[in-house]
């Protein structure tokens, strides 16, 4: 059994900060469960260019409001509380937080824990992810 609390992962080197954003990872890779868990706080008044290539994500909104706007079709879904959103097919997007957002994150192959966005908004791929 693995037991964590957010207030020790946050204290630790599984809280990973960037200019717009900064995710606690509290699942990882090591952990053996087939996908990464992580609360990410996105940061307000910032857009946030993704484009997971190499995983699968699912988001929740917990707290906050914001936007997601996906890039091959302009079409723009609001964000608040109890919105989950899916990028089921590596949807390019950007992410905007309106105000403060905190988000429960899943993804799948899991993450290391210390990956940030390239220059395209991507996480590289981990080969041992898929067993390679």
């Not at 693995?2 to 020790?8: A, D, K, Q, W, Y």
């Not at 080197?13 to 890779?29: H, P």
């Not at 699912?58 to 996906?70: K, R």
């Not at 091959?72 to 105000?99: C, M, N, S, W």
Request: charged share 25%.
């Amino acid at each position: 059994m693995i037991v964590r609390t957010l207030e020790n992962a946050e204290n630790s080197d599984r809280r990973i900060t960037a200019d717009n954003w900064e995710s606690t990872r509290m699942i990882l890779k090591e952990d053996n469960m087939g996908f990464s868990f992580h609360i990410t706080t996105i940061y307000a008044n910032t857009e946030t260019h993704i484009w997971y290539q190499n995983h699968l994500e699912s988001v929740y909104c917990m707290s906050g409001e914001g936007e997601i706007e996906t890039i091959a079709d302009g079409k723009v879904y609001p964000i608040k509380p109890g919105t989950l959103y899916v990028l089921d097919k590596h949807d390019e997007h950007l992410l905007r937080g309106t105000t403060e957002m905190k988000m429960a994150c899943v993804f799948n192959p899991p993450l290391n824990g210390k990956e940030t966005h390239d220059e395209n908004g991507v996480y590289p791929l981990d080969a041992s992810s898929l067993g390679a």
